[in-house]
C-alpha cells in the first residue's frame, strides 16, 4: 500500500510539520462514525496490526514523541510502507486518536487552546508536550479486533483437526521459528508440507500467514508469538 491510499491524512502526503501537528484535529468525514472508518482501516492487511498496536498503547495516554518511538521499533511497522508519524496522522484524521497539549504543571488543554496562547504570547510551544490517546469509539473496535476474538473467529472457520494444528503451531512459536522449522512440526503432526497422494498437504506459509491475520504472530527474525498471541494462549 502507498501512502497515497489515504490522501492527504499521511505525512508524506501533507508535510505536517510540528505547527500544523498542534493544529491538527479531525477530518470532516461527514456523518461517518470513527468507529467505521475505523473497521475500513482494519480491513487494510499492512496496517491493521500497527494501527491495533497504536491505538493498544495509547489507552492511557502517550506523548506523541513517546507513541512514534514505541511504533518505530514495533514489529509491525515492517508491514507497511507508512512511518510512525504517518500511521498517527491517519489516526488522529479518523478521530481515533485524540491529541492534546500536556503543559508544564500537568494539566491538559486542546491544541488548538494552546495555539491561540502561543499566538497571544502568554505561552511558548516549548512548555507544552503532545499528548495522544484513543478514543472512546476507537478502543470498542479495538476490542472488537482483539487477537482473541480474531483467533476465536478463525478456529470456528476452521474444522476442528486443522484448528489443533493452528493451536500446535502457536505453542510452537513461543520461541522465534523459521518456516522450515514449522514444516518439521507440522510433518510430525501427520501431514504433507509438499503434494502428495495418501497425505493432506498443509504449506507452513498459509499457517503462519492466516495466524499472522490475526495479530497472534509475527516475523522478528522468526515466527514468533505476539504480545497479544501469548496472553490470548494462556
Not at 505525512?11 to 473497521?39: C, I, K, M
Not at 485524540?98 to 503543559?103: C, G, K, L
Not at 482483539?146 to 493452528?166: K, W
Not at 505453542?171 to 514449522?182: D, E, G, H, N, V
Amino acid at each position: 500500500m502507498s501512502e497515497e491510499h489515504y490522501g492527504n491524512e499521511s505525512t508524506a502526503a501533507s508535510g505536517y510539520g510540528e505547527e500544523q501537528h498542534l493544529r491538527e484535529g479531525p477530518v470532516d468525514d461527514g456523518d461517518q462514525p470513527a468507529a467505521n472508518d475505523l473497521h475500513d482501516l482494519f480491513s487494510h492487511a499492512d496496517t491493521r496490526e500497527i494501527f491495533y498496536a497504536a491505538l493498544t498503547l495509547s489507552r492511557e495516554g502517550l506523548s506523541r514523541a513517546e507513541l512514534e518511538t514505541a511504533l518505530a521499533n514495533h514489529p509491525a511497522l515492517a508491514s507497511t510502507v507508512l512511518s510512525p508519524a504517518s500511521c498517527i496522522d491517519i489516526l488522529i484524521g479518523k478521530s481515533a486518536l485524540e491529541q492534546t497539549v500536556r503543559q508544564a504543571d500537568g494539566s491538559e488543554i486542546s491544541t488548538e487552546n494552546f495555539v491561540v496562547q502561543i499566538e497571544s504570547g502568554a505561552t511558548t510551544k516549548a512548555n507544552g508536550t503532545l499528548v495522544v490517546r484513543s478514543s472512546n469509539q476507537a478502543m470498542d473496535v479495538v476490542g472488537e479486533m482483539s487477537v482473541s476474538n480474531r483467533l476465536t473467529a478463525m478456529f470456528g472457520d476452521i474444522d476442528p483437526e486443522m484448528a489443533g494444528l493452528y493451536r500446535e503451531a502457536l505453542s510452537f512459536c513461543a520461541s522465534p521459528r523459521t518456516l522450515k522449522q514449522i514444516e518439521s512440526l507440522i510433518s510430525s503432526l501427520g501431514y504433507s508440507t509438499s503434494p502428495t497422494r495418501d497425505r493432506e498437504t498443509v504449506y507452513a506459509s498459509t499457517v503462519m500467514n492466516t495466524l499472522a491475520q490475526t495479530g497472534a504472530v509475527c516475523w522478528d527474525g522468526g515466527w514468533v508469538l505476539t504480545r497479544e498471541g501469548v496472553d490470548a494462549l494462556n
